[in-house]
């Protein structure tokens, strides 16, 4: 696998994956009929904001990553970030490979943490996934997603140093 810096010819393979997640509306707290433009201008966001996508030997894009700054200003020293895995290249390593190199990536562009403001707490996988990786749970915020089959869940505040 090869985690690379996403350019505008890899939105035509990220786009259906994206979609799909952001429409079951389990994971994110996007609106889940988001459109195609509204959901490219979240994905690749201006710099210092950085899009990534892990690919396979034959450039099938796996899964794909963003980062930025979480906050403005004094806030610009933490970065926030996001990943998406194709369901049907889940289980392989994708995330976890997404999210070593984008804290590597983090940390060389100088930001001194990571904080995830919103992951759904029913989010297991995720949320071991990146208690593996470091990151500890600060707080929950009650009831602040509302999931589609399990109702209003939890959403974690998520922090590690750099």
Known sequence: MLIREATPADWPAIWPFLREIVAAGETYSWDRDTDEDRAR????????????????????????????????????????????????????????????????????????????????????????????LGFEILATVPEAFHHPHKGYVGLHIMHRGL
């Open 41 to 132: 201008a979240l994905w690749f966001k201006p710099a210092p904001g950085r899009t990534f996508v892990a690919v396979d030997e034959d450039g099938t894009v796996l899964g794909t990553a963003e980062s930025h700054p979480n906050q403005a200003g004094g806030g610009a020293h933490v970065a926030n970030a996001g990943f998406m895995v194709d369901p049907r290249h889940s289980g392989r390593g994708v995330a976890r490979a997404l999210c070593a190199h984008v804290l590597d990536r983090a940390r060389a562009d100088g930001y001194r943490a990571m904080q995830f403001n919103a992951v759904v707490e029913t989010n297991d996988r995720a949320v071991a996934l990146w208690e593996s």
